[in-house]
């Protein structure tokens, strides 16, 4: 359980760890390395690449002016030399790390002596660039109440169109050494900055205010915008440089972070220091902080399904499970009623056990389903059955205990499910054809369960339904998680994405079961849905759809409109619905109810497709 205040039990234990293994100061050689006779100024100590060229050096008599001060987390304070040097490439602040409650004030002058470190929020495996800072020092205050440096404004003139460098192939593909370029690229614009007084104006919120309080915003208003305010990413080189994490230096005790939600406006200055955490990478830490102004954005409804129309959607309810709060279900159920407009099929991801979290054996999900079709029924919606197959215990990833799977909703009195042979957590299905038609060997059954791609990762659960008479093919999927991958702001470029490895595998374990249905039928009504957790212009989707299987139905919308999910300001996709070729009309929605909110039932986005078989 990490604290209120912005991700600090986290930072505390790097910080700890960072000490015990050496990174935050160097070696203990380095640390018993002579003072340097010169006056050594911070952009001496912050060079011109991203590793301060006095890395495990002791510095002494760093003058500055404090720029703030954080009582909490990684708890320090920033200092500013007010003369700048004539290089745009090097920093004129820096961080003095602590550790215990700061004694200074904002507006002390001051001089620092201690050791200069690049602590890496993460760890050094982590891929995260690295903070300069300067460690175990010795303050001396020389005097208070001095006006601060001039805060450098990021706008949408300041900040480079082109993300980052190239990686150096002789560096495992770090950027860390490549000579910082402030005015050709945002990260280098960013880190030439690190540790300064910077301010933005009025600015477009992108992303919702979070549990650990803190927001994004973006400087570049029309960079990739979408429909409803949020900035999309469209592609692995639209990273959107204009993003900005936002934070307070005040505790939350005293000063209330606002609530945001995407499309609101964050006015006025807002103004403090440049920091670089695990979180998100370059934020800014408010010393002053603008006022919220609220927007219109509300939760989207979906139309209903026509007489003649399936209508088929997939939800993540975010670990769902029994000791959930009530509120946690009705809020679900008035959902799947009055946004999704009580879809015929709903495929749900991340259902847990019937006591969640709990990691006693327990595999079933009946308490949790039936508490939860009892909600729907209650909101209005239809009396919803339900198929799903209870996994072996701990092996399908997910919260510990949780034992997460896909189940399948439906609405009886508009579909019905053909049951075949159940099958159970390790038997594989199978397609056959009968009267001249493709069948599955088990309805509901696993696709190919004992695949590595599916070790520790929930399998996908294939069913059979018939509407008006038409067979069609639901497989409900939740793939390997993203967990591990390195940020956008990682200092490999482009950042290592690890586990799209596994959901690679995953997606051409999926796509060979769809080839082996239309091989048994050519005009098959197939649908993937589900958790896909990737992007639609990833390798994941694209081995999905290899040799026009399947068709990523979220490409129909507008670009401006093809997102379920908001990561670090950005808008993207995750959850997915695929199509076979026989469905060639349909009409598809993303339907946003909480992933730009602040308020949140689930984090992602329920996505509906409506077809006639």
Do not use: C
Request: proline share 6%; aromatic share 8%; net charge negative.
């Amino acid at each position: 359980m990490r604290s209120s205040h912005p991700r600090s039990a986290a930072v505390a234990a790097l910080v700890a760890t960072a000490l015990a293994t050496g990174l935050l100061a160097g070696s203990a050689d380095a640390a018993e390395g002579a003072v340097s006779a010169d006056p050594i100024r911070i952009h001496d100590i912050q060079g011109t690449t991203r590793i301060s060229p006095l890395n495990g050096k002791q510095v002494a008599d760093v003058a500055g002016i404090v720029t703030g001060v954080r009582t909490y987390g990684s708890r320090g304070f920033w200092i500013q030399d007010p003369e700048a040097d004539d290089n745009d490439a090097t920093s004129e602040g820096v961080f003095v790390f602590t550790s215990s409650a700061p004694t200074v004030a904002v507006g002390d002058a001051v001089k620092v002596s201690g050791t200069v470190g690049e602590y890496v929020p993460g760890g050094v495996n982590s891929g995260n660039q690295s903070a300069t800072q300067i460690s175990k020092p010795t303050v001396t205050v020389v005097s208070s109440g001095n006006a601060l440096p001039e805060a450098t404004a990021i706008n949408e003139y300041s900040v480079p169109a082109e993300y980052a460098p190239a990686g150096d192939p002789a560096a495992a593909g770090s950027i860390n050494g490549l000579t910082l370029e402030p005015t050709r690229y945002a990260l280098d614009y960013y880190e030439s900055l690190e540790g300064m007084n910077v301010k933005i104006g009025t600015s477009r919120v992108v992303g919702a205010t979070d549990p650990y309080s803190e927001l994004w915003v973006t400087v570049k208003g029309w960079e990739n915008a979408a429909k409803r305010g949020g900035t999309v990413y469209g592609s692995y080189e639209s990273q959107n440089t204009g993003r900005l994490q936002i934070q307070q230096l005040a505790p939350i005790a005293q000063q209330p972070f606002p609530v945001a939600n995407v499309g609101d406006r964050l006015t006025g200055t807002t103004e403090g220091p440049l920091d670089f955490n695990q979180f998100g990478g370059y934020t800014l830490v408010a010393r002053t902080l603008g006022t919220v102004k609220a927007g219109t954005l509300a939760p989207e409804k979906t139309k209903a399904q026509g007489p003649g129309e399936l209508a088929v959607a997939t939800y993540n309810v975010e670990n769902l499970d029994p000791t959930d709060p009530q509120e946690k279900f009705d809020n679900l159920a008035k959902a799947v009623v009055e946004n999704l407009a009580s879809p015929d099929i709903l495929a749900l991801e991340e259902i847990q056990d019937d006591n969640g979290a709990k990691n006693d054996g327990t595999v079933s999900a009946e308490q949790t389903l039936t508490k939860f079709t009892a909600a729907i029924a209650a909101a209005g919606g239809p009396a919803y059955q339900w198929r799903t197959i209870n996994p072996e215990d701990k092996k399908d990833g997910g919260e510990p205990g949780g034992n997460i799977r896909q189940v399948f909703l439906f609405n009886p009195a508009r579909v019905s499910f053909t049951d075949r042979a159940a099958g159970d957590a390790t038997t594989a299905n199978g397609v056959v054809r009968e009267n001249g038609h493709a069948a599955l060997t088990h309805s509901p059954g696993r696709i190919d369960p004992a695949n590595p791609a599916w070790a520790d990762s929930r399998k996908p659960l294939a069913g059979e339904f018939v509407f008006r008479g038409r067979t069609v093919f639901v497989i409900a999927n939740h793939f390997g998680s993203k967990g591990g991958d390195e940020g956008l702001t990682s200092h490999h470029q482009p950042p290592v994405r690890k586990s799209e490895e596994k959901r690679l595998l995953q997606a051409q374990a999926v796509n060979g079961f769809v080839k082996e249905i239309l091989a048994a039928e050519k005009n098959a009504n197939v649908l993937i849905l589900g958790d896909i957790n990737d992007f639609e212009f990833s390798a994941t989707t694209n081995a999905l759809t290899d040799g026009g299987a399947l068709y990523p139905a979220i490409k129909s919308l507008p670009k401006a409109e093809r997102y379920s999910y908001v990561y670090q300001g950005n808008a993207q996709v995750l959850d997915q619905i695929l199509t076979s070729p026989a469905i060639k009309s349909f009409t598809y929605d993303s339907v946003h109810i909480n992933a730009e909110f602040s308020a949140q039932n689930s984090d992602h986005d329920p996505q509906v497709l409506r077809f006639k078989p």
